[in-house]
């Protein structure tokens, strides 16, 4: 049996509320980020939310405002609060780490991304 590692997902009406939790896997502060991507079905996987360099935040221009990346460094948790979800938010979420950018950003690019879980599944429907 396959442990979990990203949970909180389901489904629920436009405008409401999920926090998605993910037990993130061994990363390095200095070189990796860590965040959040996901995927519709037929579309590509992107990236939504990440964080780095210590508190330093990315967020993807469509949930800009509406979601949060926060980070339980005791527990080596993360999480995303998802708030006034939109039908086109529907989507597996996967948590992940990616590459540092020397320029001080997050690399987006798909092999430069590694997946920890199975993703869980977020479905905004009304």
């Known amino acids: 049996q396959v442990r979990p590692v990203e949970s909180g997902g389901g489904s629920v009406q436009p405008g409401g509320s999920l926090r998605l939790s993910c037990s993130a896997s061994t990363y390095s502060r200095d070189r990796d980020c860590v965040g959040w991507f996901r995927q519709a079905p037929g579309k590509e996987r992107e990236g939504v939310a990440l964080l780095y360099s210590g508190d330093m935040l990315w967020y993807s221009n469509s949930v800009r405002g509406r979601f949060t990346l926060s980070r339980d460094n005791e527990k080596n948790t993360l999480y995303l609060q998802m708030s006034d979800l939109k039908t086109e938010d529907t989507a597996t979420y996967y948590c992940?780490?990616?590459?540092?950018?020397?320029?001080?950003?997050?690399?987006?690019?798909?092999?430069?991304?590694?997946?920890w879980g199975q993703g869980t599944q977020v479905t905004v429907s009304s």
């Open positions: 992940a780490k990616t590459v540092l950018l020397s320029r001080d950003s997050c690399s987006l690019e798909s092999g430069d991304v590694n997946y």
